[in-house]
């Protein structure tokens, strides 16, 4: 598989060092062309290095001093050069990387390698820190947010839950001073049901006596009339014995006269 893929990769470098020779100088495409033929070489090795790494290509390049093949396994050119960057010797071995880089596909992808500049996985990486940083910050002030909403959460459910029970001492002293005022409502209402009732007691016991005021008035009336009528029998009676009594006197007296007379004829 390595053997039949050098030769693949190996063409492919060299159609991509030769699909715009009039883009660059030709200083440029020479040295260009010189840098992929030496990269072709370790076509198994980069191969190797991809596939142990189970990454979707490398960035592979050699270094100026001594040749020596680097091998920067990522699923992009900016993921290879992010991890690159990310491990713990890269400011060592980074001075030593060329402008230009190649970044190899997996063999089992069909896409040739691409000359990636050095400048512009740079900016890339600048801009994917931005990023990163920016989302850092984002996550920050949505935590600071969520923090400070879950805290005017808070603030608004005790609020709410003081409110509550004022609300609800409120209505409790509401409705007590509601139930002592129907309370005193009831006994206002009772005493005037019983002043009503005495009222018409005594309305019924004042009937009762003009009622038996009247019946006495009538019977004192009834006994005047019949006092007067027993009076005015009674001076009959007296004068018809007054003049009986003086007719029995005048009598009397004639008979006395009767009986002197006779008792001095009789002397």
Known sequence: MRTRCLPYLGALLMVAGCAAPSLMP??????????ERALAAHADAIHAAIKSSGQRGALAYLEGGDG???VLPGDSPIDAWMRFNASPGHAASRGAVPPVVTYVHRADIPAAPEAI?????EQQQALRTSVVSLQTELGTAHQLIEDRLGAVQRELRETVETTQREADATQ???RADVQR??????????SVRR???????LGWLNHELAV???NGVRKVASASQELAASSARLEDTIRQLSDTLAGQLKELA????NIQGKVTSLK
Do not use: H
């Open 26 to 35: 030709p200083s440029q495409a020479a040295a260009v062309k010189s840098r």
């Open 181 to 190: 005022a129907l309370s005193a409502l009831g006994d206002d209402l009772a």
């Open 195 to 201: 002043l009503l009732l005495q009222t018409a007691q």
């Open 117 to 121: 500049d050095l400048s512009a996985l």
């Open 68 to 70: 020596r093949l680097v």
């Open 212 to 214: 038996d005021n009247a």
């Open 254 to 257: 004639a008979r006395l006269d």
């Open 172 to 174: 409790a002293a509401v």
